[in-house]
Every structure is written in C-alpha cells, then in structure tokens.
Antibody, heavy 117, light 112 residues
Framework: QVLLVESGGGLVEPGGSLRLTCTTS??????????LTWIRQAPGKGLELVAY???????YYADSVKGRFAISRDNANELVFLQMNRLTAEDTGVYFC?????????WGRGTLVTVSS | DIVMTQSPLSLPVTLGQPASISCRSS???????????LNWIHQRPGQSPRRLLY???IRDSGVPDRFSGSGSGTYFTLKISRVEAEDIGVYYC?????????FGQGTKLEIK
C-alpha cells in the first residue's frame, strides 16, 4: 500500500520559514525511480504544482516560489522535503506530497501552512 | 506549459442522473511512447484529491464502473452514468504527458 504522509506545516509570520517533510512507504519499485512533487491548494482554490524532483535530483519550481523554496529528497530513507523561505500570505494553503508515475497517482492527506501575522 | 480547460465549472445534478465533464488541452497529450497521459482526479469536501482514471479511460482500483473516460489528442470527457451522493466534490483533469503537470480549473459537482 502506497502511503505519503506530510508533516511540518503550521502558522508562520510573513518572511518566516518552514520545512515540510513527506514520509513515504509502499512504493512497489525503487523509490529513486519516481518523480515526487509538492502541490498546493490555497483556501477555496484549485491545485498548483509548486515543485518537483526527479530520481536523479533534477528540480523544477513554479515561478511563484522560485528562489524561495527548495525541494530535496533522501532516497535511502524514502523522504521528500520542501524548504520554504521568505513566506508570504499568498503561500497559505494545504501542501500535498504526490507521487508521479506518468501523472499524479498517489496523494498524501496534506499539511496546512498558514502565513499570517 | 500545457493549458488545461474544463467545462462546466459548476455542475448541479439530480441523484441517479448522468453527468459529463469535458477537458481540453492546448496541445496534444499523446506521449512519445504512443500513450495519452490524461488523468481525472476527484476531491471530496475536506479531503485530499484521489485519482479516478488514468491514461484517459483506465479506472483506478476501487473506482465504480459508473465512471468512464474517453477522448483523444486534445479533447477528453469524464462521464458518470448515474450520480450518487458520494460523487459530490470537485473533479480535475490533469495531464501527465509533459512537465510541469498542469490542471484544469476544476468542476464542482453538487446535488440538486
């Protein structure tokens, strides 16, 4: 059974930082063969791909977070991270960790990030 | 980036009646391996999204057969043959043929 569990969300002031962690298990093939993504959903809004990382550690960032967020992975422990710096109110939302296999196939339950003073 | 456009954005349906959602992509979703990577995902209120269909028409495990997908190239459709109460929520199409993955705006299905 594939599981992705996000943690690390919370309330942070504008300009602050948070580090999200995604703990995975149950991947049928080698963990490092999968692309892993962070997708966010602002309150009442749709889905936005924030970042992804390949098995070979190549990364991509949405323009809205480029230069502020950093995605990384620990293949040995099957973890994915999202370091978020210089947070603004527009970063508020639920952040989902999602596995990709020719499309986003398994989703975590999400962790809520609230940026507010 | 590929732009995904869904319609309608709001879909009130009577229980037991059919429903249909369309999704159009700004470029063909046929991948170099010949497959078309168009997925449909469903998000119930207060829950995380869940994939329903992949590669246009293949149902994920546990998805009822009242859900079906069709289409090719740039135009796709999700159909529910008889809507049940548990089908409420937002449906998104998402393409898996090119990075970055991109989503439709979402279609909110509600019961009349």
């Amino acid at each position: 059974q594939v599981l992705l569990v996000e943690s690390g969300g919370g309330l942070v002031e504008p300009g602050g930082s948070l580090r999200l962690t995604c703990t995975t298990s149950g991947f049928s093939y080698k963990f490092n063969e999968y692309y892993l993504t962070w997708i966010r959903q602002a309150p009442g809004k749709g889905l936005e791909l924030v970042a992804y990382i390949t098995g070979h550690f190549d990364t991509y960032y949405a323009d809205s977070v480029k230069g502020r967020f950093a995605i990384s992975r620990d293949n040995a422990n099957e973890l994915v991270f999202l370091q978020m710096n210089r947070l603004t109110a527009e970063d508020t939302g639920v952040y989902f960790c999602v596995r990709d296999s020719y499309g986003l196939d398994f989703w975590g339950r999400g962790t809520l990030v609230t940026v507010s003073s | 980036d590929i732009v995904m456009t869904q319609s309608p954005l709001s879909l009130p349906v009577t229980l037991g009646q059919p429903a249909s959602i369309s999704c159009r992509s700004s470029q063909s979703l046929v991948y170099s391996d010949g497959n078309t990577y168009l997925n449909w995902i469903h998000q119930r209120p207060g829950q995380s999204p869940r994939r329903l269909l992949y590669r246009v028409s293949i149902r994920d495990s546990g998805v009822p057969d009242r859900f079906s997908g069709s289409g090719s190239g740039t135009y796709f459709t999700l159909k529910i043959s008889r809507v049940e109460a548990e089908d409420i929520g937002v449906y998104y199409c998402v393409q898996g043929s090119q990075w970055p993955r991109t989503f439709g705006q979402g279609t909110k299905l509600e019961i009349k």
